[in-house]
């Protein structure tokens, strides 16, 4: 488990948002386009919402009201519950997490260049465990529970 956000950390956070509103967009799409170099990642993924550009738009309003709320996260309970219910349905496990991390990661560095110090990247590389711990809690809860994709035997092994 990921400790819990530092003031500092928080504050680093909370100080990307303006860029994250101008490029998160660009930031996400570039993560998917490192992510689906792996074709095993790709296939977790539904292609019409990559091709629609819906999933990165979403991803990056994510990102963004993380940055925004990364001293209130009880405020992103409901777009935590969300997000792991459309996790469990597309089978993501625990260790799908770190591709996603160094992805995103490098697409922040790719996107922002020297403005992604390693004081930011390291910010977000904690930010990022943070709530991944919180998602693997809640997706691991829904898999036992047998929900939203149905019965627990459609756990994915």
Do not use: C
Not at 15 to 31: D, N, V, Y
Request: charged share 20%; proline share 7%; net charge negative.
């Amino acid at each position: 488990m990921s400790d819990a956000l530092t003031p500092e950390t928080i504050a680093i956070l909370k100080s990307t948002a303006p860029a994250l509103q101008e490029h998160g967009l660009a930031i996400t799409t570039r993560m998917y386009e490192r992510l689906f170099v792996d074709p095993q990642m790709k296939a977790l993924f539904d292609p019409s919402a990559q091709q629609s550009g819906e999933q990165p738009k979403r991803l990056a309003g994510a990102i963004l009201a993380y940055a925004q709320n990364a001293d209130r996260l009880d405020a992103l309970a409901p777009a935590i519950e969300r997000i792991a219910k459309s996790h469990v349905a597309a089978h993501i496990k625990p260790e799908h997490y770190p591709a996603v991390a160094t992805a995103l990661l490098a697409a922040i560095k790719d996107v922002l260049g020297d403005a992604a110090d390693e004081k930011i990247l390291d910010a977000w590389g904690k930010a990022y465990w943070v709530l991944a711990d919180i998602l693997i809690a809640t997706e691991a809860d829904l898999y036992a529970k047998g929900s939203p994709s149905g019965d627990p035997q459609n756990r994915p092994q």
